[in-house]
């Protein structure tokens, strides 16, 4: 099987935040290998270093030692146009979700094509609409974020990072501003998406409602992985 199959590979993977003295490794021989159209979860203790892998095998931050090869990429030297090349095909959903203020739900989820440079206006707006109609907007296409609750917000965000088709997907506690069965939508969308198009979601999580549908849980302690279970998602 090849790079294809395995869209985030690690080998021999560490990292340091700080310098001289300050210096402590977050990350310690992170050896890993995702398969295309999987969910996997990281869960772990609070500084376990979920984050910083996370960022890192989305290129958000440089590698400093060993290997990250990301869909068929490696990342260590990368050139800053690879790097900008590689995230365009990633769609990320972090806690902040950073929503402009100024724009519609639509109009921010379009934003999510449109840096793409790919498609017109029009196609990015039934884009956004279908995305958004997926999560369960269609009734706030218009709203500005000032009148979203914080769950239609993040999964404006959501919709955002999956607009633009992209291959894999890095989120960090997605579902936890949802209720119950917004949170269980979101994951089936993500799951579904794996089946129908191959989308990879590696996602930091500990609410139970993902952790029952996914794939393979990969466990992080002190910046080691210590577990690594396969489920049958
Ligand atoms: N910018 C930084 N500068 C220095 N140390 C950092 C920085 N970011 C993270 N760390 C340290 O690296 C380790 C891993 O942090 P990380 O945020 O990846 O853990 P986490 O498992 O995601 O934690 P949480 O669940 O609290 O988000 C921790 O010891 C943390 O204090």
Redesign the pocket.
């Known amino acids: 099987m090849g790079d294809e199959d395995f869209p985030v590979q690690a080998r021999a993977l560490n990292y340091w ?2 310098r001289g003295e ?1 210096r ?1 490794q ?2 310690y021989d992170i050896d890993l290998r995702i398969a295309r159209g999987s969910l996997t979860v ?1 869960v ?12 890192l095998l989305g290129c958000l931050r440089e590698v400093q030692q060993g290997l990250v090869i990301l869909l068929g990429h490696e990342l260590h030297g990368a050139t800053p146009a690879l790097a900008t090349a590689l995230r365009r095909r990633l769609g990320f959903i972090f806690q902040a979700h950073n929503l402009h203020e100024s724009l519609t739900a639509a109009q921010n989820v379009m934003m999510g094509v449109q840096v793409l440079g790919r498609v017109d206006k029009a196609r990015a707006q039934a884009a956004a609409a279908h995305v958004l109609g997926l999560l369960g907007l269609s009734e706030r296409l218009d709203y500005l974020p000032a009148n979203l609750s914080g769950g239609q917000k993040q999964r404006v965000a959501i919709a955002r990072a999956l607009v633009g088709n992209p291959e894999l997907v890095l989120a ?2 997605p579902t936890a501003a949802l209720d119950r069965d917004s949170g269980a939508n979101v994951v089936e969308l993500l799951k579904r998406l794996g089946q129908a198009r191959g989308t990879t979601t590696i996602m ?1 999580t500990h609410d139970n409602r993902i952790l029952d549908r996914a794939d393979r849980i990969l466990t ?1 302690e002190d ?1 080691r992985i210590v577990g690594d279970e396969a489920r049958g998602g």
């Open positions: 935040f700080g300050a402590k977050a990350l990281l772990g203790p609070s500084g376990s270093g979920k984050t910083t892998l996370l960022t960090d506690e930091v992080l910046g």
